[in-house]
């Protein structure tokens, strides 16, 4: 299976909260970072653990805003909307023999931080897509 495909099914099987699906995807000793929380997920089944372990992400749908491959690597943006946040994540997956071997993810929610006032004169708001 290509890397953009088994990216792909991967966030489809997530937000079907298909986690013996999303196990078919995830090498055994893939490790996973979230820099933006300093946490490292190491082994398909702490991956799997903290997914659907995680009540947040019982809610929302899984919206996938984009997909690009390049060989091994497949980079995604996603959000998934809550009641009261949304969040959205950047990722870069590996991909290797059919299985997701590692990824660093960037998870935020947009506008959690404020803007400096000082960059007021140069910039525009940010609207949602």
Partial sequence: MEPLSV???LWERIEARDWDG????IAEDA???WPVSSER???RANFIAVLSDDTDTDEGP???LRILADGDLVVTEVEIPQDHVVYRAVSLWTV???EI???REYWTSPGQGPAPR???GYVEPLTAD
């Fill in 62 to 64: 899984v919206e996938v």
């Fill in 118 to 120: 000082w960059r007021a």
């Fill in 96 to 98: 290797r023999d059919g």
């Fill in 101 to 103: 071997v590692g990824a």
């Fill in 22 to 25: 999303v196990c078919e995807l």
């Fill in 41 to 43: 997920i190491v082994g």
């Fill in 7 to 9: 990216v792909a099914r």
């Fill in 31 to 33: 490790v996973i970072e």
